[in-house]
């Protein structure tokens, strides 16, 4: 789930994202001050607009905002309030972690990418990676499959140059890391950074 709020550009629309891959083809559905987004071909709901947000959820924000427990609990009352037919199933786990590079191999259609499996500690990623400075055996910072950066870049599934890729290798730079180096490279972590544990990046 991804959700955003622009009150000054947008209005008082929480603007609330389920599905990271994109909506073929759009049908809307109005329910209260609910604007349901679903694919139309199955009928799946894949976004909805929350209008007059600030009568359900206190938000101090503009842009990206944290999807917490407290804010989904708020979201599924206004759900119920509106007499919608919808259920939030979250995943609030992690979505930046400590991940180990255990192989890196070239990438068969490009000299600058490589294929690397990374061990987030509950399961190995295949992440395809272009920064020259990646090797087996470092740990790096992993932006899982969900993940929302900095720049408002959602992490999806993709497929580079014929080879899939679920997740992303960030550099300092990428994270938002005061200071962070200029050179191209992702961030090596120290070696006493647990696998598979939540990397907090800094707050904007």
Request: with cysteine.
């Amino acid at each position: 789930m991804m959700i955003s709020y622009n009150k000054q550009f947008v209005g008082d629309v929480l603007l609330v994202q389920l599905a990271t891959e994109s909506i073929v083809n759009t049908e809307v559905e109005q329910v209260g001050d609910f604007a349901i987004l679903k694919e139309k071909a199955t009928g799946e709901v894949k976004a909805f607009n929350l209008f007059n947000a600030s009568k359900y959820v206190d938000l101090d924000v503009q842009g990206n905002v944290e999807v917490s427990p407290e804010l989904v609990e708020k979201i599924e009352a206004a759900i119920q309030e509106n007499g919608v037919n919808l259920s939030l199933d979250i995943d609030f786990t992690p979505k930046f972690v400590v991940g180990y590079v255990e192989e890196k191999e070239k990438h068969p259609n490009a000299d600058k990418l490589s294929i690397c499996k990374v061990n987030v500690g509950d399961e190995i990623l295949q992440i395809v990676c272009g920064a020259p400075n990646v090797e087996a055996g470092q740990k790096v910072v992993v932006a899982k499959i969900g993940a929302v950066m900095p720049s408002g870049l959602v992490i999806k599934h993709s497929e580079l140059r014929g080879v899939a890729s679920s997740g992303m290798l960030c550099s300092a730079k990428e994270l938002a890391i005061p200071n962070a180096p200029s050179a191209k490279g992702i961030l090596v972590l120290d070696y006493d950074a647990e696998v598979g544990t939540p990397f907090e990046i800094p707050s904007k």
